[in-house]
């Protein structure tokens, strides 16, 4: 349960990464979202989205270069200063 939460908060701290990695303008994203480019840039600054904010934005950006950098983000964020063997490793990414 613990890497869901943690996968999430991943996600909106990377978001504006993401948004940037994707090639998508700004202005077509908060079109997506039916919201005022000032407004989408204040939340992307500022991080307030809404789950359902998230979801849009995710299924609108996805693509090969933001799924990477999500999986790389990821894993940092999980394993930042931790040691572990394969065993450990497997149990953290869900594997076993």
């Known amino acids: 349960m613990i890497n869901i939460i943690t996968n999430y908060k991943t996600l909106l701290h990377a978001l504006p990464q993401l948004i940037e990695v994707s090639g ?5 994203i908060a079109k997506k979202l039916d919201m005022r480019p000032g407004n989408f840039s204040v939340k992307k600054q500022r991080g307030n989205w809404t789950v359902d904010e998230v ?24 394993f ?17």
């Open 24 to 28: 998508y303008k700004s202005e077509y």
């Open 55 to 78: 979801e849009t934005i995710i299924n609108t950006i996805s693509n090969k270069d933001v799924e990477v950098l999500l999986d790389k983000l990821i894993i940092k964020y999980c």
């Open 80 to 96: 930042e200063g931790d040691s572990m063997d394969a065993a450990v490793f497997e149990k953290k990414m869900g594997w076993k």
